[in-house]
C-alpha cells in the first residue's frame, strides 16, 4: 500500500513509498505527477495547509495497491538534472536503502570493476596533511597493474586507494562495486562490501572516500582503510589492527594484491609491492581538532567548539582574520573549505564595526568556498556577537542584508492569457536565500511549485475564465520582502 508520499522542492521532489508485506518499502523519487487518485488527494491537502510541501502519512486501507497497477509518472523532480526515475528498496523497520541487485533483478552484466588509477597515502599523520600519490593502471578481463610493480611510501604507515567504476552491459552509466578486499603477503588486511547504507549516516561517505581530493578537482579515490572519525563501520569487515592501513617497519618490499567484485561477481585484481619507511614527522599545530575529542577554538572576532563527532582525522583548525571594509566584521578563514565536517556547528562572528540599531536583524553571515558565496541569516547573540548554525570551514564574513529577493516573471504577464499554459517566476536573493514565495489569485492562495529557483503555477480549475490579479510575495532570510502584482483575463 501507499504508505507515505512527499513534496519538497530539492532531494527526491515528488516521492512516492509503497510498503510490501515482506518487511520492504519501495520508494519511486523525482516523479513527475501520481496517479489521478493519490495527485487529488495531494491537490487537497496543498490547498487546506496552503503548502505545496507536503509529508503525508497514509494507512493500508487508503491507497492498496497491486502489481501492474499505475502509480505515477517519471519525471525531473527535486534534486534531479535530467528525467528518470529513483528507485530503491528499502528495510521498511530501519529506513536504509540496501542493494537493489541483491533482489534477483535480470540485469545482464558480466564486466569486471573498471580500475583506473591506484593512489598511495602515507598516514604517519592525518589524511589531511598528506596529499597521495596517482598512478594510472592499465589492464583487461579483470587482470590490471600500474607501469611499475614496486612503490615505497615515505612513512611507516601506508594507505591504499582506487579510482574506480563498475558498469552493465549497454549502458554507460557508472555503478559501485560491491566487496573490495586487499591483501598483504596473502594475508587479509580488509574487506568493504556496499550492501546496507542509511540515509543517516550517507555523509559518512566523505570519509570512506577522499572528500578533499575530490572537492579539489581530482579524481574520486574510494579508500580501503577507515579513518578513526568514519563510523560507518557495517561497511567494513576483517580489517587489521591498523583500520586496513598496511603497516611494514622492517624495510622489505611486501606483496600487495587487491580484489574488487560486482553483485554478479565480476573480478578484478591488481598486485604490486609495496615498501613503507620511518614515522614521518607532523607538522606542529596548536588548534587541532580530533575526532572524539571536545574542544573550543576561538580567534579575536571568530569561536567555535566541536563535541568530538565533528571530524574524520585531526585537522589543524588555524583561525586568520583579514580586515575588509565591505564587510562588516573581518573575513575569517578557518582551515580549509576543502576538508569535510559531519555535524552542524554553532559559529560565532563579531562585527568590528558598529551595526546601527535598526541593521541588528538584517546581518547575514556569508560563506566563500573559493568560488561562490553562500548566506544565511546570523541570529545576535550576546555581548554583541553574531551566530550561525554551519557545516562548512573556509572563509567567513558578516554582511547587512536589506534587499528583498529578485523576482523575474518567465513570461509577459498581462492580457489575454487563455492560451498559456503556466505561470513561472524565477525568484533569487542576493545574499541569503529565499525563504518564502507566495501567490494569491484574486485574494486566494495558489499553487506554485518550486523547482530549484524557479517557481510554476499550471493553469486549472482555481483560475477560471474571467479577469483576475494575481500577487506575488517574496522574502528572504532576513525578512526583506518583495512583492509584485498582474492583471490578465482567461
Not at 168 to 186: F, I, K, P, Q
Not at 221 to 237: A, P, R, S, T, V
Not at 279 to 295: D, H, L, M, R, T
Amino acid at each position: 500500500y501507499v504508505s507515505r508520499i512527499k513534496m519538497e522542492p530539492g532531494g527526491f521532489g515528488h516521492g512516492l513509498y509503497i510498503t510490501h508485506p515482506n518487511g520492504f518499502t519501495t520508494l519511486y523519487a523525482h516523479l513527475n505527477n501520481f496517479n489521478p487518485a493519490l495527485q487529488a488527494y495531494v491537490r487537497k491537502h496543498q490547498y487546506e495547509t496552503e503548502s505545496w510541501t507536503q509529508d503525508l502519512q497514509t494507512t493500508p486501507s487508503q491507497f492498496p495497491v497491486k502489481k501492474g497497477q499505475l502509480i505515477a509518472y517519471s519525471g525531473n523532480t527535486g534534486g534531479s538534472t535530467a528525467p528518470h526515475l529513483h528507485f530503491e528498496i528499502r528495510d521498511t523497520k530501519t529506513e536504509h536503502p540496501l542493494n537493489p541487485q541483491l533482489f534477483g533483478f535480470k540485469i545482464n552484466d558480466n564486466i569486471p570493476p573498471v580500475l583506473k588509477q591506484l593512489a598511495l597515502y602515507d598516514l604517519s599523520g592525518s589524511i589531511y596533511q598528506t596529499t597521495p600519490s596517482l598512478y594510472p593502471l592499465n589492464g583487461k578481463s579483470g587482470r590490471y597493474a600500474a607501469k611499475q610493480d614496486s612503490f615505497t611510501v615515505a612513512g611507516s604507515l601506508a594507505g591504499i586507494g582506487l579510482v574506480m567504476d563498475d558498469y552493465m552491459n549497454g549502458s554507460s552509466n557508472t555503478l559501485a562495486y560491491y566487496t573490495a578486499e586487499w591483501y598483504r603477503d596473502d594475508s587479509l588486511q580488509g574487506r568493504i562490501r556496499l550492501n546496507d547504507i542509511g540515509y543517516d549516516e550517507t555523509r559518512y561517505v566523505n570519509a570512506y572516500a577522499d572528500y578533499r581530493m575530490k572537492v579539489e578537482g581530482k579524481p574520486w579515490i574510494q579508500c580501503l582503510f577507515k579513518l578513526k572519525g568514519n563510523h560507518l563501520d557495517h561497511i567494513y569487515e576483517a580489517l587489521n589492527n591498523e583500520e586496513g592501513m598496511i603497516a611494514a617497519t622492517d624495510d622489505n618490499f611486501h606483496k600487495i594484491r587487491i580484489v574488487v567484485r560486482d553483485v554478479n561477481g565480476n573480478k578484478s585484481e591488481l598486485s604490486f609491492y609495496l615498501k613503507c619507511g620511518k614515522a614521518q614527522p607532523v607538522a606542529a599545530c596548536s588548534n587541532v581538532a580530533s575526532p572524539g575529542i571536545s574542544k573550543a577554538f576561538s580567534g579575536k572576532n571568530a569561536k567555535f567548539s566541536f563535541g568530538g563527532n565533528e571530524v574524520y582525522d585531526d585537522v589543524c583548525m588555524d583561525i586568520l582574520e583579514e580586515f575588509s571594509s565591505e564587510s562588516l566584521s573581518p573575513k575569517v578563514t578557518i582551515s580549509k573549505a576543502s576538508i569535510p565536517i559531519h555535524h552542524r556547528f554553532e559559529l560565532y562572528l563579531k562585527p568590528d564595526k558598529i551595526i546601527p540599531f535598526s541593521l541588528r536583524s538584517k546581518v547575514a553571515l556569508v560563506q566563500n568556498d573559493g568560488k561562490n558565496d553562500d548566506g544565511q541569516n546570523a541570529i545576535p547573540a550576546t555581548e554583541g556577537w553574531y551566530k550561525a548554525s554551519v557545516r562548512d570551514l573556509g572563509m567567513y564574513r558578516l554582511l547587512a542584508d536589506t534587499l528583498g529577493p529578485i523576482l523575474k516573471p518567465l513570461q509577459e504577464i498581462k492580457g489575454d492569457m487563455s492560451k498559456a499554459k503556466k505561470i513561472a517566476f524565477r525568484a533569487d536573493d542576493k545574499i541569503t536565500s529565499v525563504q518564502s514565495f507566495r501567490g494569491e489569485l484574486d485574494g486566494t492562495w495558489l499553487l506554485f511549485e518550486q523547482h530549484t529557483n524557479i517557481w510554476t503555477y499550471v493553469f486549472d480549475h482555481h483560475c477560471p475564465k474571467g479577469k483576475h490579479t494575481l500577487r506575488i510575495r517574496a522574502s528572504d532570510e532576513n525578512g526583506n520582502e518583495t512583492e509584485s502584482s498582474y492583471t490578465f483575463t482567461r
